[in-house]
């Protein structure tokens, strides 16, 4: 019987397998990792089955999807290669399986010198958030995979979020920018900066969650340009107003900036890994 099967049981595997069980997947999934607690754990909260034999796991396969740390992407496959093509133990795969990985900075090119003809590569980035529906994930496909395929998987993450289909010399700029850490840590160095202007902690974080989070909600439902809502909320000679030239005169945007570059140099330095 064929299965979604997930090399890796860490944090990305849990948060999508949250989301496509609160979707009302049915499927069945199967997980492989190292860790026997993992597998313990997701096979409790889920009713995932736990496969510690990476040769049966990848056999089961209809799609796999590759989910541990992009350091650990290279040897994982080699372990796949040896133990399912050229090693002495060989076993029966499947002759077609959809590979998905999800590590961040490992190109397609690398990807498909691994499992040979029989595989046809995608390359994903979902955001932690698809645990609660809510995710984004962007896709970039190799120049093999058919359009029915394509949509196969396109159709895998819309059950978690909204899905983006972008070329993969994007991938590095959308990985650094998409995180949901840009949010959290925003929302903590506002609600901190309030509170140490005299606001009690719990009111200082509805505040700071109001200013990111509800206008950029509005934002999504009806889209403006950010041009435009930012002149409109911040008032000439106003409060908002003084509040955004400090941050402009402190090169607040150069800072983002900057920070996002850091990202994308650590992604792309793993391609020689």
């Given at each position: 019987?064929?299965?979604?099967?997930f090399l890796g049981g860490g944090r990305i595997t849990t948060a999508l397998i949250t989301g496509l069980r609160r979707a009302g997947y049915r499927?069945?999934?199967?997980?492989?990792?190292?860790?026997p607690k993992k597998l313990r754990r997701l096979e409790r909260q889920f009713g995932v089955i736990p496969e510690s034999d990476l040769a049966r796991a990848v056999a089961a396969a209809n799609i796999l999807v590759i989910a541990v740390r992009p350091a650990s992407v290279r040897k994982l496959l080699a372990r796949v290669d040896e133990q399912i093509g050229r090693g002495k133990h060989k076993k029966s795969v499947p002759q077609l399986v959809v590979a998905?990985?999800?590590?961040?900075?490992?190109?397609?090119?690398?990807?498909r010198t691994h499992l040979g003809p029989r595989a046809h590569w995608a390359r994903a980035?979902?955001?932690?958030?698809?645990?609660?529906?809510?995710?984004?994930?962007?896709?970039?496909?190799?120049?093999?995979?058919?359009?029915?395929t394509r949509k196969k998987i396109q159709q895998l993450f819309s059950r978690v979020g909204e899905v983006r289909v972008i070329p993969e010399p994007y991938f590095d700029a959308f990985t650094v920018t998409?995180?949901?850490?840009?949010?959290?840590?925003?929302?903590?160095?506002l609600?901190?900066?309030?509170?140490k202007l005299g606001l009690p902690r719990k009111l200082a974080v509805t505040a700071a969650a109001?200013?990111?989070?509800?206008?950029i909600l509005a934002w999504r439902e009806h889209p403006e340009p950010l041009a435009r809502l930012i002149e409109e909320a911040a008032t000439p000679g106003g409060t908002?107003?003084?509040?955004?030239?400090?941050?402009?005169?402190?090169?607040?945007?150069?800072?983002?900036?900057?920070?996002?570059?850091?990202?994308m140099a650590r992604a792309r330095s793993r391609r020689g890994g």
């Open positions: 019987m064929s299965s979604l099967v499927g069945r999934l199967l997980v492989h990792d190292r860790h998905i990985s999800l590590a961040a900075g490992v190109p397609l090119a690398t990807l980035m979902p955001s932690p958030l698809c645990r609660s529906g809510c995710g984004l994930t962007a896709l970039a496909f190799d120049r093999a995979v058919p359009r029915r998409y995180s949901s850490s840009h949010g959290y840590h925003a929302l903590a160095a609600a901190g900066a309030a509170e109001h200013a990111l989070a509800d206008g908002a107003a003084a509040v955004l030239a400090a941050m402009d005169a402190s090169r607040y945007g150069g800072i983002v900036e900057r920070a996002l570059r850091a990202g």
